[in-house]
C-alpha cells in the first residue's frame, strides 16, 4: 500500500552511489573479483611456478637505482594474458588500469609497455621453459592420460607481409635496374656540375644530388643484403644436401651385400663429400648473415631455400625484408607470410603435451622430434600418437617404434569410407613383402585402426580452434623463428592454463593440487 503525503507520491530511492567518495579503509583486492575468478587461480599456480632464472638476472645487477617490478608479477601478467588473448604490451599496461582482474592481478601496479615488452624480450628463453612446468601442473592434477595423442600443424601469420617479400629472380632485376637508374642519375649530376662549374666558377657551391637518388641507394642496398643472405643461405642448403647424399652412400658401402655396389658407393660418398665441403667453404667465404641452424631445437628441419645443382638459389626462390626467416605458406587456398606451428594434444583434456615451431610448410619430418618431445615432457610414451597424411615417411614408422608409441599415420586418404562398418576392412597381419607403406595403410584398416583414428580430429583439432578463435592468437608479435618459436610456447602455456582452471573448477582434477595451490 503507497502512502501519499500532501497529495504526493514519494520520489523513488536509489541505493548510495558517490564516484568521488573516498574509501574510509584500504580495500581488499579478493573482493573485487567473484573468489573462484580464474586470476586468482593463476595467482595459486604462480606460486608453483620457479621463476628463479629470471631472478638470478636480477641478482647479478647493481642492487642501486630504481626497483624493478616482481618478476612473478611480470610473469603472472604475461601468461595471464596470453590465456585470455591479450598479447601486445600496450593493451596490457591499458588492461592493468581498465581491467580489473589484471588489475588485482599487478596488485594495483601499472608497468609501462615498454617495461612489459622488455621483460619478454630479454627472458624469452625462460618463459620458454614455463610451458613444461605447467604441463607438469596438470599432470599433478590427473588431467594427462596418455592414450591417444594428436599431432597436428598449423600456419600462423609473421610479424610481417607477404608484400614484403621478393624473389631471387626479382631481386636480380631489381638490382640491375637500380644500378643503371643510379647510373643515370650520377651522369646527369655530373653533367649538371660541369655546366654550372662552366656558368658559375668551379669555387661556388651546386645544389646537393636529388633526394630520389638516396631513396633509389637504400633500396638498392637492402636488396643486395637481402640477396647475400638468401645466396649464402642456399649455398649452405646445398651443402647438407650433398653432404646427406654423401653419408647415405657411405652407409651402403659399408653395407651393401654386392662388392661392386660398395665400391661405386665409396666412390660417390668420396665425390659428394668433397663436393659438400666445397659448397660449404664458398658459403663460408660468402657475404651475408650466417645461415640459421639446419634443424630447429626439436630436431624438426628447418626451411633451406631450393638451388640449382651449384647452390644458386632457384629464381623462385624468397625471403622476406621484415622477417627473414619466416615463409610464404599455403594455408586454406590462400597464401600468408608465417610459420608453421606444431602441437602434440592428449585425448583426455585437450592438454597440449608438447609444442614446436618451423618455417617450412610442409609436416614432413617433424613426427620423430614432436613424438620424442612429447615422451620428454611426460616421462612417459602414450598408447598411439595419431598424424594425417602429411607426417608419413618411412622414418616416422621407424622413430615410433623405437620411441614406444603405436603410430597411426595417414599414407594418404584416410580410410573414410571403412568408419562406422561393423566388420573392419582388414583383419590379420599384412603380407611379409609389405612395405612400411603398406603396413601402416593395413594398420589403419583394421578395426582398432578404424575407430583410433577417428578420433584424430576430435583430438587436436579443438585444441587449435581455441587458440585462434576463443584465444585469438592469428599472429605473431616476434619476429625471427627463435622468437616466434618462443612466443607459440607462451601461446600453448595460456591454452593449457584455461584447460587447467576449467577442469579444477569442474572438480575433474582427480589429482587434486600441490602446494600452495590447493587453497585456490
Same mark, same amino acid.
Given at each position: 500500500m503507497s502512502i501519499v503525503l500532501n497529495g504526493a507520491m514519494p520520489k523513488k530511492r536509489y541505493k548510495e552511489w558517490n564516484p568521488d567518495q573516498q574509501l574510509l579503509v584500504p580495500p581488499s583486492l579478493r573482493d573485487w573479483l567473484p573468489e573462484d575468478h580464474p586470476v586468482y587461480f593463476l595467482l595459486d599456480i604462480l606460486e608453483e611456478l620457479d621463476v628463479s632464472a629470471i631472478e638470478a638476472k636480477y641478482h647479478r645487477k647493481d642492487p642501486r637505482g630504481t626497483r624493478p617490478y616482481a618478476p612473478k608479477m611480470m610473469v603472472g601478467l604475461l601468461l595471464y594474458g596470453y590465456s585470455v588473448?591479450?598479447?601486445s604490451s600496450r593493451k596490457l599496461e591499458k588492461a592493468t588500469y581498465e581491467d580489473i582482474p589484471f588489475r588485482v592481478l599487478t596488485a594495483d601496479s601499472h608497468p609501462d609497455h615498454t617495461r612489459i615488452a622488455e621483460f619478454r624480450r630479454k627472458n624469452l628463453e625462460e618463459l620458454e621453459e614455463l610451458f613444461l612446468q605447467v604441463f607438469q601442473i596438470c599432470q599433478r592434477m590427473g588431467l594427462v592420460e596418455l592414450g591417444n595423442v594428436a599431432l597436428d600443424g598449423t600456419k600462423v601469420q609473421a610479424s610481417a607481409s607477404k608484400h614484403k617479400a621478393m624473389s631471387y629472380e626479382r631481386m636480380l632485376q631489381e638490382e640491375k635496374r637500380l644500378k643503371e637508374e643510379i647510373q643515370e642519375m650520377l651522369d646527369e649530376a655530373e653533367a649538371t656540375d660541369r655546366e654550372?662549374?662552366?656558368?658559375?666558377g668551379r669555387e661556388n657551391r651546386g645544389d646537393e644530388l636529388p633526394e630520389e637518388l638516396g631513396r633509389r641507394r637504400d633500396r638498392l642496398e637492402k636488396i643486395q643484403e637481402a640477396k647475400a643472405d638468401l645466396e649464402k &643461405?642456399?649455398? @649452405?642448403?646445398? %651443402? &647438407?644436401?650433398? @653432404?646427406?647424399? %654423401?653419408?647415405?652412400?657411405?652407409t651402403r658401402a659399408r653395407v651393401?651385400?654386392?662388392k661392386k655396389e660398395r665400391s661405386r658407393s665409396s666412390a660417390l660418398a668420396e665425390k659428394w663429400g668433397k663436393q659438400a665441403e666445397r659448397l660449404r667453404e664458398e658459403a663460408a667465404g660468402q657475404p651475408g648473415a650466417d645461415p640459421p641452424e639446419a634443424r630447429t631445437p626439436e630436431g624438426m628441419p628447418a626451411h633451406r631455400p631450393k638451388t640449382e645443382t651449384d647452390g644458386t638459389p632457384k629464381p623462385s626462390a624468397q625471403r622476406n625484408f621484415t622477417d627473414p626467416e619466416s615463409r610464404i605458406m599455403e594455408k586454406g587456398g590462400e597464401f600468408l607470410q608465417g610459420y608453421n606451428c606444431q602441437l602434440v594434444v592428449d585425448e583426455a583434456n585437450q592438454i597440449i603435451v608438447a609444442q614446436g615451431l618451423v618455417n617450412n610448410a610442409p609436416d614432413n619430418g617433424n613426427f620423430g622430434p614432436m613424438v620424442e618431445k612429447a615422451v620428454d615432457n611426460a616421462g612417459d610414451g602414450p598408447e598411439a600418437v595419431l598424424a594425417d597424411s602429411g607426417y608419413w615417411s618411412e622414418d616416422a614408422s621407424t622413430q615410433a617404434e623405437e620411441l614406444g608409441p603405436e603410430a597411426y599415420i595417414a599414407t594418404g586418404r584416410p580410410p573414410d569410407n571403412c568408419r562406422g562398418k561393423k566388420e573392419p576392412a582388414c583383419s590379420g597381419d599384412p603380407p611379409q613383402e609389405?612395405?612400411?607403406?603398406?603396413?601402416?595403410?593395413?594398420k589403419l584398416r583394421t578395426r582398432e585402426g578404424l575407430d583410433r583414428y577417428a578420433r584424430r580430429k576430435a583430438v587436436v583439432e579443438p585444441a587449435i580452434g581455441q587458440i585462434k578463435e576463443t584465444g585469438g592468437f592469428r599472429r605473431f608479435h616476434l619476429r625471427g623463428l627463435e622468437k616466434a618459436r618462443r612466443e607459440w610456447a607462451l601461446v600453448c602455456t595460456g591454452h593449457n592454463l584455461r584447460k587447467l582452471y576449467r577442469a579444477f573448477q569442474a572438480g575433474d582434477c582427480p589429482g587434486g593440487m600441490l602446494g600452495s595451490a590447493a587453497s585456490g
Open positions: 588473448g591479450v598479447r654550372e662549374d662552366d656558368r658559375f &643461405e642456399a649455398k @649452405q642448403g646445398r %651443402a &647438407e644436401e650433398v @653432404q646427406a647424399k %654423401a653419408d647415405r652412400a657411405e651393401h651385400e654386392s609389405a612395405s612400411a607403406q603398406e603396413v601402416m595403410s593395413h
